[in-house]
């Protein structure tokens, strides 16, 4: 009876131990505002580490069975899940890292079960490495997409000044500007510009609204 505590205890530290890995791996993508944050990458971790103890452990009195094809299909599994985290738009496309991190996170989580702490808490420490690392010189590292961006403003030279302050301080490649008169003493600056991947158009958008001066924002991806 004791070993049998023993063992399911450790068992149990296992999957603590993944849900960890896969907490630290998260909370950076939370961070970040990706598409998949603590919750998925905890469960990911927390569900692929039960998969694998199952596996190894769970049908030793079978005899004869080949326990490692129920860790073959986690790592099939998984690929539904990133699927649902990569989409394109125009030339980009974006969710890639993450989907990426989240099959790291099945891998992370299946070593922890198996009992390759080590490699487990290596290989968690060895990916947040590089997502920080990685992240803080995006813009060497990342391709751009050009959009299609109208600002409808006042018309005046401050709110003028407000859009090309707005879009230097973002750090993207403009290609062409046109102004153009609207009605209503207003105006509508229209920018074709390279943007780096990992700007989110949409915030890019909603930041700059918040100006009392821009009345309007307008891209492919939404309108404020």
Known sequence: MTDFILEQTELFIRLILAATCGLAIGFE????????????HVIVALASCLMME????????LGKFDGARIAAQVVSGIGFLGAGMIFVHKNSIKGLTTAAGVWATSGIGMAVGAGMYIIGIMTT??????????HNHRVFLSHSSTEDVSFVVDDTP?????VKSYIDSQNVA?????LIKVENNLLRIEVTAAFHDEIDMYEFAVNAY???????????????
């Open 158 to 162: 401050e709110a003028i000044e407000f």
């Open 174 to 178: 403009v290609e062409s500007v046109s």
């Open 54 to 61: 199952i596996s190894k452990y769970g049908f030793s009195d």
């Open 125 to 134: 420490v060895t990916i947040l490495i590089i997502q920080v690392v990685f």
């Open 210 to 224: 918040k100006n009392p001066m821009v009345k309007s924002v307008i891209n492919d991806v939404g309108t404020r």
């Open 29 to 40: 993508r939370k961070n970040r505002r990706k598409e998949a944050g603590v919750r998925t």
